[in-house]
């Protein structure tokens, strides 16, 4: 079996010849993921010759980490050294031209022998269970997203006794740091030196543990460290951290940077954020329809109105209106929210049955529920523990 990215139809004969018949075919690198994800023991991908070279080794280096035995043979309808080096450098295990049929059943035989081998000298015939990414994002600065990132990633660990990460992405001007009045000896700028050889090990040293089960990942002290942090940096620490956590809680910047575009691919959930005037309703309008454009699912979206009670002169229904949806989830305005950042505590841990913890922890419920349901009767914090005894 092997899966095949890109539009291939016109050559479908060519791969039938080099893989046999039993083929899956996926248009998008999401569509890709998904894929893999749902077929744990595949081998190969072979991607076609429409696909750009940078998106071709962005999917390489995704799952070079984390499936090392997943080979990847990318067919083109010319060769370049260009294209060879950057494709061998991502971890794609061969090249091979659209004409030659000969060669491409070599590579697809001679990737598949070097899995085979890979699976039986290591641990990797089953792929290390994947946590679950969820972005809390709002195109409008001021909008409370580290508050609602911080008490979230806590409402989860409270909620499902699982281990969560908590990142912060706003590489210039990250708070979560300050809001939880953390000693920044640690940080993603950590990672710059150790972009050649960034590997598990190396991202739970960049890590600080607020509670057990609860780590977070601060934004650079300097802001000058977040030209060195490209997108396919924050994509391997994110993909570290899905297998190493549970949940993964991103607090963002008010921008689609390429971190940001990078992270909603990889997330599972989005938290999209606003509160109750016309700047932060007209920018959710604005995220919606570029998520829209990029073909991100809505099912994965949880739209929020955070201080949803405060007297500005609109409703949560002037915000449902607005955006032809409804709001998923609301957080009432308290003086005890800037009161808790202030003494450097998560209002969910220090007042849990304030009526915003309540709220956030329905937030957590709504975020989680259906992996819980698709995990059966698994006791929660199950992976949790075993992770805990390594």
Not at 89 to 94: D, F, L, P, Q
Not at 112 to 122: Q, T
Request: charged share 25%; aromatic share 4%.
């Amino acid at each position: 079996m092997a899966v095949i990215l890109g539009e291939v139809l016109a050559n479908r004969d060519k791969y039938v010849v080099a893989v046999g018949g039993d083929l899956r075919m996926v248009g998008s690198a999401r569509e890709l993921h998904t894929d893999l994800d749902q077929h744990p023991q595949e081998d190969l991908v072979i991607i076609g010759p429409d696909v750009d070279i940078s998106a071709a080794a962005d999917t390489a280096i995704r799952y070079r980490a984390s499936r090392p035995s997943l080979g990847m043979v990318l067919v083109r309808r010319r060769l370049e050294v260009s294209t060879l080096n950057q494709a061998l450098r991502s971890g794609i295990r061969e090249v091979v031209g659209i004409d030659d049929t000969t060669e491409l059943l070599g590579a697809c035989n001679r990737s598949i022998a070097l899995s085979r081998e890979l699976r039986s000298h290591s641990d990797v015939s089953t792929p290390a269970s994947k946590g679950h990414i969820v972005i809390v994002f709002s195109a409008k600065g001021g909008c409370g997203k580290t508050t609602i990132s911080s008490n979230l990633a806590a409402a989860i660990r409270e909620r499902t006794g699982q281990t969560v990460a908590l990142v912060d992405f706003d590489l210039q001007f990250g708070d979560i740091g300050v809001a939880l009045q953390l000693e920044p000896t640690r940080s993603i700028a950590d990672a710059i030196g150790m972009h050649a050889n960034l590997d598990a090990q190396g991202v739970q040293s960049m890590l600080i543990e607020y509670r057990p089960g609860l780590d977070v990942l601060l934004a650079p002290l300097h802001p000058s460290d977040v030209e060195h942090i490209s997108a396919d940096m924050a994509q391997q620490v994110l993909t570290h951290l899905q297998y190493s956590h549970d949940w993964v809680v991103v607090d963002s910047p008010p921008a689609f940077t390429e971190v940001v575009l990078r992270t909603f691919d990889m997330a599972d959930e989005f938290v999209l954020l606003t509160t109750l005037d016309m700047p932060a309703i007209k920018n959710l309008k604005v995220t919606m329809d570029t998520l829209d454009a990029l073909a991100m699912p809505r099912d994965k979206w949880h739209v929020l109105v955070n201080r949803s009670d405060a007297r500005m002169g609109l409703s949560v229904e002037d915000v449902e209106k607005a955006i032809g949806l409804s709001v998923n989830n609301k957080i009432a305005s308290s003086n005890d929210v800037p009161m808790s950042i202030n003494s450097g505590e998560i209002l969910f841990l220090s007042k849990p049955k304030h009526v915003v913890s309540r709220e956030i922890a329905q937030l957590a419920t709504d975020v989680t529920e259906k992996y819980s349901k698709a995990a059966g009767n698994e006791k929660p914090g199950l992976l949790a523990r075993v992770r805990g005894a390594r």
